[in-house]
């Protein structure tokens, strides 16, 4: 009965043995990856410190881009403001020159008669002086007769 347990101890430490040899083997196989992981974690911690850094600076270019259109946003507003001003100077100076012309137009219309009365009244003035300086040279004519005949004489 002493060898029954002799050998049960002789198997147990086998049996042991044989545990702690897969246990070692894990354990390395364990640390392996372990380093695996530690070595892929560095490179993942530059590689997220790399886009850090780059977000970094396209935030700040954005901020700067956003400030450089905010700054030509309000010199175009300035501009905006002029053209609308010129617009309603234009208006205004079209609505004067349509308020002009139809003023223009009512005293034509209101000085038409006059007009028509001094056009005639020229006309008749015209046809005396016409006829005055007829009887004019009608009248140097007979003087010029008159003085050749004398002469003749």
Partial sequence: MEIILYLSAALISVAFLVLVIYLSKTLKTLQETLKGVTKTLDGLEKQLDGVTSETTLLLQKTNALAEDIQVKSESLNSVVDAVKDVGSTVTKFNGTLKNLAESFD???????????????????????????NARKQVKNEAELLEVKRVRSK
């Fill in 106 to 132: 009512i005293q034509v219309e209101q000085s038409k008669e006059k007009v028509s009365q001094i056009v005639q009244w020229s006309n008749v003035f015209l046809e005396l002086k016409e006829k005055w």
